[in-house]
């Protein structure tokens, strides 16, 4: 297995995933600062700014331990979101997976499509067994593209945390290599078990 220098760039039919240049923090910030964003990624009291944001993105293309990729639109360019394989385990080829989609690329198949890409890329290319994620179980949208692409539920963290004086759950999903060398990310629908409705 190797480890997580090589930056690819992968190509689907409306995405394309590719490293992440300093110039494109400004276009992230935008897409950190929407409202569905914040709801659905990171807590309240986190204490972003651009200037960490931009000093964030500008290091990514030198870390061998995680894969951060920009997605963009295929036919425009335009920069709509990341896809980002993390907290790696060499030893046990696992790591976890996150995604964020700003507001022009949502509703239109390019989180599903760049989630596809990636998680493929860490089975195939990267020799991963196992990549997990979490996720609010109110972010129903989320929820859909992972069990599109055949992440299965492994269990749900209750009340794990608070947001606006409200307790919320955390969704843990996982696919397996052996899962993905059977479907490649297009399961049946009736084999899975749905936390999103």
């Not at 080829?93 to 760049?114: H, K, N, Q, V, Y």
Request: contains cysteine.
């Amino acid at each position: 297995m190797s480890d997580f220098s090589v930056k690819p760039t992968l190509t689907g039919d409306k995405t394309v995933l590719r490293p992440f240049t300093a110039a494109d923090a400004d276009l992230m910030w935008e897409i950190i600062e929407d409202p569905e964003v914040e709801r659905f990624t990171y807590a309240p009291d986190n204490e972003l700014t651009l200037e960490r944001v931009r000093s964030w993105y500008a290091s990514l293309s030198d870390r061998p331990d995680r894969l951060d990729l920009a997605v963009t639109d295929r036919v425009t360019g335009e920069l709509v979101g990341e896809v980002v394989l993390y907290e790696w385990e060499r030893h046990a080829r696992s790591c976890t997976f996150r995604t964020l989609i700003g507001p022009r690329g949502r509703d239109r198949g390019i989180g599903t499509e760049a989630t596809r890409l990636i998680v493929g890329y860490g089975f195939e290319q990267l020799g991963l067994h196992r990549i997990q994620l979490e996720a609010y179980r109110h972010n129903h949208r989320a929820l859909r593209v992972y069990e599109k692409v055949g992440f299965v539920t492994e269990g749900i963290r209750r009340e794990a945390q608070s947001r606006d004086g409200e307790w919320l759950d955390e969704v843990i999903m996982a696919i397996l290599d052996r899962e993905w060398a059977i479907h490649h990310g297009r399961p049946d629908p009736t084999t899975l078990t749905s936390t999103a409705r």
